[in-house]
């Protein structure tokens, strides 16, 4: 028989383990102060799936939240509040939503959610942009930038992402791949301070199923001159 410790002890192991389970619960609806921006409102092109974004005007910095409805689901995208209000598409599937979020003055990155039964959730654990950037730096295109303490960084989706990029003359599977582009300045000491472009456009291709990052040999070219400052 196993004794009154080992079971108040198991007990108490499963009371922390709901606690934490319930601290973790997503919240239901908007904190307080929170209200919709109807214009800001965007709906997928079947209608299923409808992204809502809230503002809080009651702060000296205004802050947004975004919200996604589906099949009954109410899911918060993303805890953390950003700066502005942001665009989003969606794959032809509507699996997978992408956000388009400017977060500086000439700055933007990518987020990226699947659809889930509890609806959307964050696909990765940072933001898609920050992974493309990590990517484009680890190739030797990176060693041909000028290097600088601070770069002002920009990650985009390539045009074509409606039609998988038929444009360019590619077969690929529909609702697989993203074209990610990317662009950036950076800050030039001298007895000046001033911006130089030293990415321009650079392309990388993300996997939506194995979610890694390749580079198609068609991006060969242009990338090469992607990375010639201006």
């Keep these: 028989m196993k004794s009154r410790a080992f079971w108040i ?10 606690c934490n389970a319930a601290t973790a ?17 965007k709906t997928s092109p079947d209608g299923a799936t409808t992204i809502e ?7 000296d910095e205004w802050k947004w939240l975004f919200w996604a409805r589906r099949q009954g689901t109410f899911a918060l995208l993303d805890p953390e509040p950003a700066g502005y209000a942001a665009a989003f598409v969606f794959t032809n599937d509507q699996n997978w939503i992408v956000r388009l979020q400017k977060t500086g003055s000439g700055e933007q990155s990518l987020y990226l ?20 950037w990590a990517y484009m730096k680890s190739r030797p295109d990176w060693r ?11 990650a985009y989706l390539w045009e074509g992402f409606e039609d998988n990029y038929r444009g360019l003359g590619v077969d690929w ?49 242009d990338n090469a001159k992607a990375v010639v400052p201006r």
Aim: hydrophobic content about 35%; proline content about 9%; overall charge positive.
């Design 173 to 221: 599977p529909a609702n697989r791949y993203l074209l990610i582009g990317l662009s950036g300045d950076a800050d030039v000491r001298g007895r000046k301070r001033s911006q130089t472009g030293v990415v321009n456009g650079w392309r990388c291709r993300y996997d939506l199923e194995t979610g890694k990052f390749d580079l198609p040999p068609l991006f060969s070219r």
């Design 9 to 18: 002890g198991l007990l108490m192991a499963c009371g922390i383990s709901v």
């Design 113 to 132: 959610y699947r659809f889930t039964p509890q609806g959307y959730v964050s696909a990765t654990r940072k933001p898609l942009g920050d992974l493309a």
């Design 144 to 154: 041909k930038v000028v290097k600088a303490p601070e770069y002002h960084e920009a």
């Design 25 to 41: 619960a997503p919240p239901a609806a908007p904190p307080a102060g929170y209200a919709i921006a109807e214009k800001h409102t």
């Design 53 to 59: 974004q809230y503002l809080n005007q009651e702060t």
